[in-house]
């Protein structure tokens, strides 16, 4: 059918990102368990000890950097699922085909899981980003009616 060079090097290519994939994924994995831990002390001690500063500048700053690593979170990890998703089941298909339903349960699996993985890792990043969102507006707009 189609068989060209170009494709079968798209193949191995394509092949060989299924393991920086699941590495990645499993990096925002532990970014978002750090997260997870760091929200308290965040929550309790952090933004309150800005607002009896009176420092709102280092305030922004400091919300800015921290939403946008959540976000990075909820958005690149569901991506990541996503091609953890699609890059084994080409070879998984290829195995039923020739009738090695081995190869096709494993491939199901890592499919599955990363799709699994990668939407709870986007769960958790989109909550942590909403609270945080919250929490410095809240201590922001304490600040500046304040002032």
Excluded: C
């Excluded at 499993?26 to 929200?39: F, I, R, S, Y």
């Excluded at 070879?91 to 899981?113: R, Y």
Aim: proline share 4%.
């Amino acid at each position: 059918m189609m068989s060209s060079y170009s494709i079968g090097l798209m193949h191995q290519l394509v092949a060989l990102l299924l393991e920086p994939v699941i590495w990645g994924l499993l990096a925002l994995t532990a970014l978002a368990v750090v997260e997870l831990g760091m929200l308290p002390a965040e929550r309790y001690k952090g933004i309150p000890r800005f607002i009896k500063q009176k420092n709102a500048e280092s305030l922004e700053v400091i919300a800015i950097k921290r939403i946008e690593r959540s976000d990075f979170i909820a958005r690149i990890a569901p991506m990541l699922g996503l091609m953890g998703t699609l890059i084994p089941l080409g070879p998984g298909l290829s195995a039923l085909g020739n009738g090695e339903l081995d190869i096709l349960t494993t491939a199901m699996s890592v499919a599955f899981d990363t799709t699994v993985l990668g939407l709870l890792v986007g769960v958790v990043g989109f909550v942590i980003g909403r609270l945080r969102r919250r929490w410095y507006d809240q201590a922001l707009t304490h600040l500046e009616a304040r002032s």
